[in-house]
């Protein structure tokens, strides 16, 4: 199993400039999340996803649109990129089995928006 | 709704020294607790998680954590540092419903950073 992949791995944007951020995942998990990671904040939830069609918002949504089509997949897009989005994204999925949550997190899209 | 604390932004030990990073919690709910460990420019790496059973959870590399409902603590600790321990440690925390799952929705502290002097 490839585990959970993410592309691209490094991104500069214009502000403005629209851009998607692809995440997927081989190990048939129900859940997949979307998070970022900026200094002194941890890392914060963007967006989650409960199956296949089923999206909902995390603590900071705004300016991210998020849709999941299919069980493997789950992009993150940004229509009008801002410098506040520059940022480090992860993307993560997770299934709940034998009373245990297990996550895994993929290794990262760093995003600059100048 | 939860929420996560980590005391102290940046703790610096020595090599060899007792490691202890601070987590206290906030959760309406029974909660998962999790400890992750990020190396600079990696991604995250589960150390250890708490789910109800034991409350004295050992993780890999040597750290372990216990959970503390009184204190709403989950303090993650190493007795003997080591130079490769230098990294990022966040604590992490799910709230589950009725059913267990939280649908894999996490929230986490802001992260300490751990220096090691030789």
């Known amino acids: 199993n490839a585990g959970v992949t993410q592309t691209p791995k490094f991104q500069v944007l214009k502000t403005g400039q629209s851009m998607t951020l692809q995440c997927a995942q081989d190990?048939?998990?129900?859940?997949m999340s979307w998070y970022r990671q900026d200094p002194g904040m941890g890392l914060r939830l963007i967006h989650y996803?409960?199956?296949?069609?089923?999206?909902d918002q995390g603590e900071v949504p705004n300016g991210y649109n998020v849709s999941r089509s299919t069980t493997e997949d789950f992009p993150l897009r940004l229509l009008s990129a801002a410098p506040s989005q520059t940022s480090v994204y992860f993307c993560a999925s997770s299934y709940f089995r034998d009373a245990q949550e297990t996550q895994y997190f993929g290794p990262g899209t760093r995003l600059l928006v100048l | 709704a939860q929420s996560v604390t980590q005391l102290g932004s940046h703790v610096s030990v020595s090599e060899g020294a007792l490691v202890l990073l601070r987590c206290n919690y906030s959760?309406?709910?029974?909660?998962?607790l999790f400890w992750y460990v990020q190396y600079p420019n990696q991604g995250l790496q589960l150390l250890l998680k708490?789910?109800?059973?034991?409350?004295l959870v050992k993780g890999i590399n040597g750290f372990e954590a216990e959970f503390k409902k009184s204190e709403t603590s989950f303090h993650l600790t190493k007795p003997s540092a080591h130079m490769s321990d230098a990294a990022e440690y966040f604590c992490a925390v799910s709230a589950s419903n009725a059913g267990g799952t939280s649908y894999g929705k996490l929230t986490f502290g802001q992260g300490t950073i751990l220096t090691v002097h030789p």
């Open positions: 996803s409960v199956g296949a069609g089923i999206t």
């Open positions: 708490y789910t109800s059973a034991a409350t």
């Open positions: 190990m048939n998990h129900e859940y």
């Open positions: 959760s309406s709910v029974p909660p998962y």
